[in-house]
């Protein structure tokens, strides 16, 4: 959940809520991308009886932008329907669900899909949350079978999986604590605290994920292998309360209320002041935003939270010099000739987008490194996203200091940047991906993670 | 929405929350109205009318509509009583009236 309740209005809006996108060439289908975008964030497994679901009145999107200006060249676009089958019983359920079409299930929703304003799909159905042994007692094939062909060498999935991102939230928002160094940290006058071990926060949660994979021939241009991608959700202007019907009426337009292209940008990049209307534009419109990147308050904050952990990064901030390090990744994709045999760069436009180089094989899972391409494997973040990249670790030491030397070779990072981590790993997820579409792991049971 | 390849306009676009919060802060006549099914108000049909005569004059600004727009509710949004800004809302359309008139006898069926 690296953008989950990252901007104040939209942490009131849970179904609208983006909370990461994931970007990478299938590793079991190299001629293909899987693109996913979650939504609905922490959700507990154990929260029904109405359990949780897509918005009806919500308009998701999974955009990607092959010419490198930042706006959408073709347009996923997902639209949900929810039909209750027995409105006089207060139950999702009422017998197990052992297939989708099961007369069991009360609360059922269904789903289209258009690319770029033209349907290719309808009448797709989500499978049910995971509720437990007696309602759900084959919930792998049952949701098995709502990844729904749609033709052309596409797939869809729309519905609830296990949280595979990984953050120490309770102690990151805790004035920027960082268990494992926490014994450096400056505690403000109050009791030094001991470095101890990372808490997943987001383990035993659940997400909604919209997932697709599509042909890769399908979204680039000839020539042009690297893809910018994004996601948005999209609300009417008007919603008004009918308290006749006991329900919400729409009205207007949709307009933008969510995005998500890079983790953790919105999140702990952008102002407070700016993240509502950040979250309301397209990645065309980033440049006004710009200096959060290259000017970021977490470089400036991490000398002052550790003091005399980060020096030469103090000396940097202090300098002025824009962090043209950071746009790069972020903003731009990296140009060829900084990282020798790579590049992700899209053009001179400054977006925020997840930027995939389409003609990176995927790396074989006992050789990728969760560091990406920090960590040498170039098939990993900040060349897309995988399931299992640490991008708080990555996001963490490039603010440090660590891809400085990209633009200044004379920079030295300190020695801490480069170990800079809040003590995760993909083991601190219980559960394990998939090895095949839609990849995010089968959800947490309610019965079993009644948290 | 997503932003394509066309030109977007965001300053047509605040959130759907300050929409809300500007119906209830636009001066003294900020509102909204919805009328559902046929059975409009008094004040929203007179505002569809209006909006239509308006466009014709050639003062209206952000016109956008979609062909079931008449089927569904209408909200009409008094942006500024003053100056006679409004919005109306209907099915994934919406049109932007200056009315004075309109905006008016809005705020006298409220009074």
Redesign the interface.
Request: charge should be negative.
């Given at each position: 959940m690296s953008s989950h309740r990252e901007a104040p209005?939209i942490s009131k809006d849970p179904v609208a809520d983006s909370t990461d996108v994931y970007a990478f060439v299938s590793p079991d289908k190299p001629n293909t991308v899987t693109l996913i975008a979650n939504y609905i964030p922490l959700q507990s497994p154990a929260g029904g009886p109405n359990f949780y679901e897509f918005g009806d009145d919500v308009?998701y999107?999974i955009?990607i932008d092959n010419?490198g200006?930042?706006?959408?060249?073709i347009?996923y676009?997902f639209r949900f329907r929810t039909t209750v089958r027995d409105p006089d019983t207060f139950l999702y359920n009422v017998g197990p669900i052992e297939s989708l079409s099961s007369p069991n299930w009360n609360r059922v929703q269904t789903y289209s899909v258009s690319v770029?304003g033209r349907s290719v799909g309808s009448g797709l159905t989500c499978p049910p949350c995971n509720i437990g042994p007696l309602s759900t007692p084959d919930y792998g094939s049952l949701a098995a079978a709502a990844v729904h062909n749609l033709g052309g060498g596409i797939s869809v999935f729309a519905g609830q999986r296990a949280e595979a991102f990984y953050v120490d939230l309770g102690a990151i928002f805790d004035l920027g604590d960082l268990r494992p160094f926490e014994d450096l940290h400056a505690t403000f006058g109050l009791p030094k605290l001991p470095k101890a071990a990372g808490v997943n926060a987001t383990n035993h949660v659940n997400v909604h994920a919209i997932a697709i994979q599509v042909p890769i021939s399908a979204v680039t241009r000839s020539g042009h292998p690297t893809i910018g991608i994004w996601t948005?959700a999209?609300?009417?202007?008007?919603?008004?309360w009918?308290a006749d019907r006991g329900e919400n009426?729409n009205?207007?337009?949709?307009?933008?209320?969510s995005r998500l292209g890079n983790p953790l940008i919105n999140e702990v990049v952008i102002a407070m002041g700016d993240k509502?209307r950040w979250n309301?534009?397209?990645?065309?419109?980033d440049k006004q935003f710009a200096h959060y990147v290259t000017q970021p308050g977490l470089a400036a904050l991490l000398p002052v939270l550790y003091p005399g952990v980060f020096p030469n990064l103090d000396a940097l901030v202090k300098s002025g010099k824009p962090r043209a390090d950071l746009e790069a990744i972020l903003m731009t994709g990296i140009p060829a000739g900084l990282i020798k045999g790579f590049t992700n760069f899209t053009g001179s436009v400054i977006a925020d987008m997840l930027r995939l180089n389409t003609s990176i094989a995927p790396t074989a899972p006992g050789k990728q490194s969760i560091f990406g391409l920090l960590g040498g494997d170039p098939a990993g973040f900040p060349n897309g996203r995988r399931i299992a990249d640490d991008v708080v670790a990555i996001e963490l030491r490039a603010i440090a200091g660590v891809t400085y030397p990209l633009i200044d070779p004379k920079f030295k990072p300190d020695a801490a940047a480069g170990l800079l981590t809040d003590g995760l790993t993909p083991a601190s997820v219980s559960a394990s991906p998939l090895g095949q579409f839609p990849y995010l792991g089968v959800p947490y049971s309610g019965y079993n993670e009644p948290s | 929405m997503p932003s394509h390849d066309t030109p977007s306009s965001p300053a047509e676009g605040p959130s759907r929350r300050s929409i809300i919060r500007g119906a209830a802060t636009a001066g003294a006549a900020g509102l909204a109205v919805t009328a559902l099914g046929g059975a409009l108000s008094p004040a929203a049909s007179a505002s569809t009318r209006a909006a239509g005569s308006t466009r014709a004059a050639g003062a209206a600004a952000g016109t956008s509509h979609d062909q079931n727009a008449a089927d569904g509710p209408i909200v009409v949004h008094v942006r500024n009583a003053k100056s006679g800004d409004i919005e109306v809302f209907s099915g994934t359309g919406q049109t932007r009236v200056r009315d004075a008139d309109l905006a008016a006898r809005i705020v006298r069926a409220i009074a």
């Open positions: 209005e308009l999107g955009h010419n200006d930042g706006r959408a060249d347009s676009e770029n948005t999209s609300r009417q202007r008007v919603t008004l009918d009426v009205s207007g337009p949709f307009r933008q209320v509502d309301s534009l397209p990645p065309a419109d | -």
